[in-house]
Nanobody, 127 residues
Framework: QVQLVESGGGLVQPGGSLRLSCAAS????????VGWFRQAPGKERVGLSC???????YYTDSVRGRFTISRDNAENTAYLQMDSLKPEDTAVYYC?????????????????????WGQGTQVTVSS
């Protein structure tokens, strides 16, 4: 079966760091773009960052310079390194994958572009 599992969330103080992992099973991550999204209470799910099949990376303004997305195809895992965390970063974080076909350099922040989703991991930034 196709499955994505996020891990690495938890409670962290403002200014702290967390690294989220997204482990894929049942399919080969090499053929998919990967995106990270989050949803805060009472808010819509929003895209944060994505990485293409060939390693092109993109970030929204709210996380650029603080978050870093990466992938390790040999481990079938993607990551989101989060530094300088703020209370407004508190949310459930999701990873997702999108089949890009021949457009290997593409990735995007639109949820509708992604086919497979993990269950989410809670990140709470509070003192």
């Amino acid at each position: 079966q196709v499955q994505l599992v996020e891990s690495g969330g938890g409670l962290v103080q403002p200014g702290g760091s967390l690294r989220l992992s997204c482990a894929a099973s049942g399919f080969t991550l090499d053929y998919w773009a990967v995106g990270w999204f989050r949803q805060a209470p009472g808010k819509e799910r929003v895209g944060l960052s994505c990485i293409s099949r060939v390693g092109s990376t993109y970030y929204t303004d709210s996380v650029r310079g603080r978050f870093t997305i990466s992938r390790d195809n040999a481990e079938n895992t993607a990551y989101l390194q989060m530094d300088s965390l703020k209370p407004e970063d508190t949310a459930v974080y999701y990873c997702a994958t999108s089949r890009t076909g021949l457009v290997t350099a593409w990735c995007g922040f639109d949820s509708s572009d992604y086919n497979n989703w993990g269950q989410g991991t809670q990140v709470t930034v509070s003192s």
